[in-house]
C-alpha cells in the first residue's frame, strides 16, 4: 500500500544551521514526489517537486529510489522557513498522499 | 495563477445541524478534493471526485457526502454535525493525478 512517513513532528534548527526535513516513502511504481509548506496563517503551496529538479527559496530535495525517500534539505536555515511542511506521493491515480508532516522551528 | 475559494474561512454550528463546506475553482482542474487537517493527524482525505457527478471515498468518509453538480464546484456536506468533526478543512483541485495540488485558505469549523 501507499504511504508516506514523516518521522518528525517537530524540528528546531538555529538560523544559520542547515536542516533537513526527512520524508520516506513506500510504492512499488514510479513515483511523483512533492514537499508542500503551509506558513502561518497561509494557505498550504507547493514548494516543490522533484521532477523539476529546482531549488526552491533555497530548498532542494532528491528522490532516492534505493532509500525510498524524498528529504528536504537547506544549508543556511532562515526564521523565515518555519511552517509545516508536508511531503505527498503521487502514483498517478487522481489523489496525492500525504505525510503527517513536519512543524519546522528556525531558532533566531 | 490557480485560485482556489473556499466559501468561509471560520464557521460555527451545533450538534445535529446539516453543514455545507463549499469550494470553487477556477482553472477547469478535473480534479477536488475534500481534506481535513488536524495537529499531529497531518491531511487525512475524506472525498474526492474526478469529473462531475463522479466521487471517491478517501480515507475517513464517514459522517460526511460530497457534491459535484458543476466542474469547478465541489461541495462537502455534513449530513448531522458532530462535536468530533470540529477541525481545519481544506479544499484542493488539480488537473490531474501527475499534477501539484492547489488548495484554497482553509474552513476552520467549530461544531459546539
Known amino acids: 500500500a501507499q504511504r508516506v512517513t514523516q518521522p518528525e513532528k517537530l524540528l528546531s534548527v538555529f538560523k544559520g544551521a542547515p536542516v533537513e526535513l526527512k520524508c520516506n516513502y513506500s510504492?512499488?511504481?514510479?513515483?511523483?514526489l512533492f514537499w508542500y509548506v503551509q506558513y502561518s496563517r497561509q494557505r498550504l503551496q507547493l514548494l516543490l517537486r522533484?521532477?523539476s529538479r529546482e531549488s526552491i527559496k533555497g530548498f532542494t530535495a532528491d528522490l532516492n529510489k534505493g532509500e525510498t525517500s524524498f528529504h528536504l534539505k537547506k544549508p543556511f536555515a532562515q526564521e523565515e522557513d518555519s511552517a509545516m511542511y508536508y511531503c505527498a506521493l503521487g502514483t498517478g491515480a487522481n489523489n496525492l498522499f500525504f505525510g503527517t508532516g513536519t512543524r519546522l522551528t528556525v531558532i533566531p | 495563477d490557480v485560485k482556489v475559494t473556499q466559501s468561509s474561512r471560520y464557521l460555527v454550528k451545533r450538534t445535529g445541524e446539516k453543514v455545507f463546506l463549499e469550494c470553487v475553482q477556477d482553472m477547469d482542474h478535473e480534479n477536488m478534493f475534500w481534506y481535513r487537517q488536524d495537529p499531529g493527524l497531518g491531511l487525512r482525505l475524506i472525498y474526492f471526485s474526478y469529473d462531475v457527478k463522479m466521487k471517491e471515498k478517501g480515507d475517513i468518509p464517514e459522517g460526511y457526502s460530497v457534491s459535484r453538480e458543476k466542474k469547478e464546484r465541489f461541495s462537502l456536506i455534513l449530513e448531522s454535525a458532530s462535536t468530533n468533526q470540529t477541525s481545519m478543512y481544506l479544499c484542493?483541485?488539480?488537473?490531474?493525478?501527475?499534477?501539484?495540488?492547489?488548495f484554497g485558505d482553509g474552513t476552520r469549523l467549530s461544531i459546539l
Open positions: 510504492y512499488s511504481g514510479s513515483p511523483e
Open positions: 522533484h521532477i
Open positions: 484542493a483541485s488539480s488537473r490531474d493525478g501527475t499534477q501539484p495540488q492547489h
